[in-house]
């Protein structure tokens, strides 16, 4: 039976993507961005309780896979052509830019899948983390309006995330094989410092956060190469 617990976490990551892209279509990003919350809760405890219980299996690497495109690359790319629906954009065709995001997760993905320099950490942002910085930016707008009424600036914002999903650039992973600090001490004073940002701004923290990950794996994989 305990074979079957990770990958019905990972069914709850696609049910929750389902029901974000639901709602995204909807116009309330609200809620879509709860439901990423949600997905990426799940995304974290699947692989974590696939290590724990030692039930690792090719289909469970295939399901996290296709729940991701959904949770972490439909939704996201529903959500920018929502808000560039809604910005200042002079022609009806110009939103449908916002799905570059779910193309190029896509890519993300399937590079992830083949690329054997990626079994412990990633090689370009990872889509989880991608998509909480695209969700964050309608609650931004609401404490800053106008900042991204400008619909150059989310196609900008579109071109350069997309970048970053299948750049060449080392992020370490926030998947935990243990909870021993030695070997995961990186990645718990970023979520610690993620915590208390959350805590203070708490969506407006996302773009800060997304910063610092950056920032902290470059520093951390100074001059490391990935293993092959």
């Known amino acids: 039976m305990k074979r079957h617990i990770p990958n019905a976490l990972t069914c709850a990551n696609l049910f929750s993507g389902c029901v974000g892209v639901v709602f995204a279509f909807k116009g309330d ?3 879509a961005a709860y439901a990423v919350l949600l997905s990426g809760v799940f ?9 724990l ?6 289909i469970g690497k295939e399901l996290d896979s296709l729940a991701d495109m959904v949770s972490f690359g439909v939704l996201p790319g529903v959500v920018m052509f929502q808000l560039l629906t809604l910005s200042n954009i002079s022609s009806p065709y110009l939103p449908y830019f916002g799905f570059l995001i779910t193309i190029f997760s896509a890519l993300r993905l399937a590079k992830f899948n083949i690329d054997t320099r990626q079994t412990e950490d990633f090689i370009g942002l990872n889509t989880p983390m991608n998509t909480l910085f695209i969700v964050s930016l309608p609650f931004i707008q609401k404490d800053y309006p106008g900042l991204f009424n400008s619909s150059i600036l989310l196609m900008a914002v579109t071109l350069v995330m997309s970048f970053l999903l299948v750049s060449e ?13 030695a070997e995961n001490k990186i990645k ?3 979520l ?3 915590a208390i940002l959350i805590a203070l701004l708490k969506f407006t ?10 920032l902290a794996s470059l520093v951390h994989f100074n001059g490391k190469k990935p293993a092959e």
Request: glycine letters at 4%; charged letters at 15%; zero cysteines.
């Open 29 to 31: 990003l609200n809620v």
């Open 53 to 58: 219980l030692h039930v690792k299996s090719p």
């Open 205 to 214: 923290a996302i773009p800060f956060i997304l910063v610092i990950y950056i």
């Open 188 to 190: 718990f004073i970023f």
């Open 169 to 181: 650039i080392r992020i370490f992973s926030l998947k935990f094989g243990s909870l021993d600090w």
């Open 192 to 194: 610690i410092i993620s």
């Open 43 to 51: 995304d974290f405890f699947d692989g974590f309780v696939a290590r």
